[in-house]
């Protein structure tokens, strides 16, 4: 959701990653562990690095999204492996099981709170990087891709096969599909479609035993779990068969920016009746809010103003699109030449800030997005915010360095969805997702780190009457640790309890009970998987 801003901060937050020397999570190699990782490797064996490799680092760093888990304080694997096909992987984890190392697996690397390759424990990393072949089969309405496949590079596999069908994720072409399906998974087609995690037709999946199940051989309660329960907790996702959708030729986007000077205000508050509820399905109108400074003294003096982004994606042509906001919404102003019609695999680069006519290979690229120094954090929101509720947020972020809202609508295919039918659990009622952010530049140091990090915490607290309530709801794909932290007698504990129905509503119980079944010694473990008992346990480390 935030792709676009960092296009914008792209020049501000140019870094380079990892040229400090780094702390390793445990001092003595584990060798033991490398035998069993040669005796079990019958055909080929993975890549394993070590930190004394030059191609560690690297490697580590290519994919750490969030430069806050990029420090030299931030535990680091003891080994680093790299399979580059699916048999070298149940040894993997087979061996860490037995010598008592935890395991990380990374897709993407865009969980926000780095959980893909960071621990507490002693650990190996597997960066599935090279596992991310992708067969489409038109014919069949489908496509395995494997789990270290991107965003973009499933978008532009399906594009290179067919101009009408489509795939409804999300914008970010950077994203892995392992982390963001077994989380939810929402793009601007959320309305007419769902999440990414309904249109998922089978997986291939590593258990604890160290067994390569299907979807025959998992069981429906697993394969229930992995669809919005986060595949963490379960084990390693190899594959994703997922479902194509249909998609016209052409579809059309159109990006429009307003200020507070241009009424954005007033424009946020009809967006948020019209959005939502008076346009058809084909129709996503993203709302993204920052601060710009002001080029113009005539109104206001020269300063910073909050400045609101409308980003249009309509499943239809141009001139279909102007008649109905031309009928619904006239105040946005939109015309022809606001518009620009592309195809599917077009609009995405289009959407996410890319100018006009850049080639659609930019989607292969698993670099194309510069990384960041963020923290976000996540709400669901099922009535309007008023006008005042608004105003308060403007003051806040008039105070902040780079402050971001994004708020996707929630409404149509993906609310009429029962609730209990995948794991993912956020469903009728709710009016939009929103994303909260602020970004900071990583060098600031810790004291600022701290400062912005406490400012989007006031910002949470500020928002709590105008949100979901009971349980305030949050969405997995942006994870945010500080859910249910408490603090007992100084030190500092993490609630399930809380931060459990919170992810997954009612669906809490039954991930729980899968987990007991599937993962009974909780090997696959990390800060927020689904535990197996609600106990509180203390948290230390990387947790802010
Ligand atoms: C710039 C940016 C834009 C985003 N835009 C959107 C958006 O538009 N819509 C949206 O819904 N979300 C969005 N997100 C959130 C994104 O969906 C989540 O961060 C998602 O979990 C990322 O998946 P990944 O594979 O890249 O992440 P990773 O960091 O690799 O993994 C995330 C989690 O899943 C686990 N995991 C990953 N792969 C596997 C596997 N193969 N087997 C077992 N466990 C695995 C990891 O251990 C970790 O716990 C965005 C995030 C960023 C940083
Ligand atoms: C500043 O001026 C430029 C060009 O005149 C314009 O495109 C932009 O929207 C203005 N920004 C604001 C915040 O008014
Ligand atoms: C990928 O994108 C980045 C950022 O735009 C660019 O610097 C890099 O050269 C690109 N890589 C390739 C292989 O095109
Ligand atoms: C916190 O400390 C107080 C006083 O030392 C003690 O009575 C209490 O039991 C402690 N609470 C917990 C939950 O440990
Ligand atoms: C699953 C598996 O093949 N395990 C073997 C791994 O190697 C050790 C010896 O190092 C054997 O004892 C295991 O049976």
Known sequence: MECSTHAILSLLLFVLVLTTPCKVSSASPNSAFLKCLASNSSKSKPQVYDPKSPFYFPILGSSIYNLRFASSKTPKPLYLITPDHESQVPSIVVCSKKHGLKIRVRSGGHDYEGLSYTSNDPFVLID???????????????????????????????????GVHGFPAGACPTVGVGGHISGGGFGAMVRKYGMAADHVLDARLINAKGEILTKETMGKDLFWAIRGGGVASFGVLLAWKIKLVRVPPIVTISIVDRTLEQGATDLIQKWQSVAVYEVPEELQILLQVGVVDRNTTTKGGLGRTIQA?????????????????????????IKKKDCVETSWAESVVNFIGFPVGTPVDILLNRTSMPKATFKVKPDFVTRPIPKIGLEGIWKRFLKEE??????????????EIPEKKIAFPHRAGNMYLIQYGSYWNENEGKVASEKHINWIRELYDY???????????AYLNFRDLDLGLVEINGTKYSDPSIWG????????????????????????????????TLNKYKVHGFYP
Do not use: C
């Open 402 to 415: 780079s402050p971001e809202l994004n708020i996707g609508v929630w409404e149509g295919k993906v609310n």
């Open 309 to 333: 982004t409308f980003r249009l994606f309509f499943l239809g042509r141009a001139k279909q699109l102007i008649q109905l906001l031309e009928n619904k919404f006239p105040e946005l102003g």
């Open 501 to 532: 129905p919170m992810y997954f509503k009612s669906n809490f119980e039954r991930l729980m009970k899968v987990k007991g079944d599937s993962d009974p010694d909780n090997f696959f473990s990390s800060e927020q998987s689904i535990p197996l």
């Open 463 to 473: 928002m709590t009457p105008y949100v979901s309530k009971s349980p305030r709801t």
């Open 128 to 162: 599935l990087i090279n596992l991310r072949t992708i067969d489409v089969d038109i014919k069949d309405n489908s496509a395995w891709v494997q789990a270290g496949a991107s965003l973009g590079e499933v978008y532009h596999r399906i594009a290179e096969k067919s």
